[in-house]
């Protein structure tokens, strides 16, 4: 915005261009004022996206704001936690996560995608007409566990759920007979029956 005003105040001046845009004048000035003296916070962290910048760079571009804000402090340099994990942020510096990613789903592209037997539309009339599932992975000290868990959606509620040490089809298929077995829905098992893709 100030751009345009300095490239147009020539010709119309900046109280009508103000004017057209809707901003005040004052708001303007104080603008081009504070870029011609940048603030003090703007010029430290100026200076600290350098050391920032220098110290992520020393150590092989692997610490996070945490170990760079450490290394700031061992060099004097006092600064809040806060700060470096600000400019690192604007500068676009990460870290490197320690551990192994997961992969809970490995699609087969050769197997063609199951039907869409909802079109994405998530409501259901009454208790046990639609019911959904999904599993994921959780971290404990003796590594990752997966868990399946169906939810019915009219009530939010989950109606069946297992746990495993392995992410194979067998345990999600558990939570589903676990859940057939505590609700005996009737109209949902003869749509399981009909629609043999959604097992």
């Not at 119309?12 to 504070?34: D, E, F, K, N």
């Not at 400019?87 to 039907?115: A, E, F, H, N």
């Not at 409501?123 to 007409?129: K, V």
């Not at 089809?169 to 949902?188: I, K, N, W, Y």
Request: hydrophobic share 40%.
């Amino acid at each position: 915005m100030t751009r345009f005003i300095e490239e147009h105040r020539q010709t119309y001046g900046v109280g009508s261009i103000c004017r057209v845009l809707s901003i005040a004048p004052s708001a303007y000035y104080a603008t081009v004022a504070r870029q011609k003296n940048p603030c003090v916070r703007s010029q430290k962290d100026k200076e600290l996206c350098d050391d920032i910048r220098r110290v992520w760079n020393d150590n092989f571009c692997v610490y996070g704001a945490r170990k760079v804000w450490h290394q700031l402090k061992r060099e004097g340099l006092d600064v809040a936690r806060c700060t470096v994990e600000r400019l690192m942020r604007r500068m676009g510096l990460k870290g490197v996560i320690r551990g192994k990613g997961v992969r809970t789903t490995r699609p087969d592209p050769q197997r063609p995608c199951p039907q869409d037997l909802v079109q994405r539309q998530f409501h259901a009339p009454a208790p046990n007409r639609l019911w959904v599932s999904d599993f994921t992975y959780v971290s404990t000290w003796q590594g990752f566990v997966y868990v399946a868990f169906i939810i019915d959606v009219f009530a939010r509620v989950i109606v069946g759920w297992r746990v495993s040490s392995t992410a194979h089809t067998d345990f999600v298929l558990d939570a589903l007979e676990q859940a057939l077995c505590q609700r005996r829905p009737e109209s949902l098992i003869r749509k399981f029956l009909n629609n043999t893709s959604l097992l």
